[in-house]
């Protein structure tokens, strides 16, 4: 499943950056960070209970138009388990995250600027996600023991809302939210799905078509 995942997901980069070089526009580069906030299963403390962790990640997007722009995108986040430091059955649970990496294809929809160095757009995209959770266990009078639960790589995507104020030509200062969602294997995961709302702020570099 993994490999048939990074080669779809590599398919879709590579058909994005085709008929990107077919158009006219300049690139942009986006370095970001921020936090991962769960809902759904994932935050549930019956089921996922993670807790609100933080992201990092990046993007490349080529501007087709005043209206659209295509791009890639990848992110590692990182949310503690509501488990963590706790005592179940005489066993502490020294340390417990849930680690997701993700990688995707996505489109822009830019809403009109009017000139203004204010730039919003409304964000879809699709991607890989896989997650896997590290945790340590002490059982009582005995050794720590490092586990780490690995979950199938499985398809999801996302959808959502930033803006970026351009400082200048090249460089801007950009905000985005969006929601995530995954479709997860039960039996190995816990859940059916796991979701969570990524809020970030990070820098925007433009390459002028041209330049």
């Known amino acids: 499943m993994l490999h ?13 950056t085709a008929s990107a070089a077919r158009a006219a526009g300049p690139w942009a580069l986006s370095v970001y960070g921020g936090v991962g906030v ?25 501007q087709l138009n005043d209206k659209f722009a295509l791009g890639v995108d990848g992110s590692w986040n990182q949310n503690k388990s509501g488990q963590e430091g706790k005592t179940i059955a005489g066993t502490l649970i020294d340390k417990d995250k849930f680690k997701t990496f993700q990688i995707g294809a996505h489109g822009k929809y830019m ?7 204010l730039h919003s757009w409304l964000l879809l995209g699709l991607g890989a ?7 340590t266990e002490t059982p009582s009078g005995g050794s720590p023991v490092d586990i780490t639960e690995k979950f199938d790589t499985k398809f999801g995507g996302k959808f959502g809302l930033g803006a970026t104020w351009k400082a200048n030509d090249v460089v801007g200062i950009a905000a985005e939210v969006d929601y995530n969602f995954i479709s997860e294997d039960k039996d190995k995961a816990g859940i059916s799905s796991a979701q969570y709302v990524g809020i970030q702020g990070g820098l925007n570099f433009t390459m002028p078509h041209g330049k």
């Open 38 to 62: 769960p809902t759904g299963d994932f935050a549930d403390e019956k089921k996922a209970d993670a807790q609100t962790g933080y992201i990092v990640g990046g993007a490349v997007d080529y």
């Open 4 to 16: 048939k995942a990074v080669m779809l997901t590599a398919v879709m980069s590579l058909a994005l």
């Open 111 to 117: 809403f009109p600027a009017q000139n203004m160095p």
């Open 129 to 135: 996600y896989n997650t896997k959770e590290d945790y």
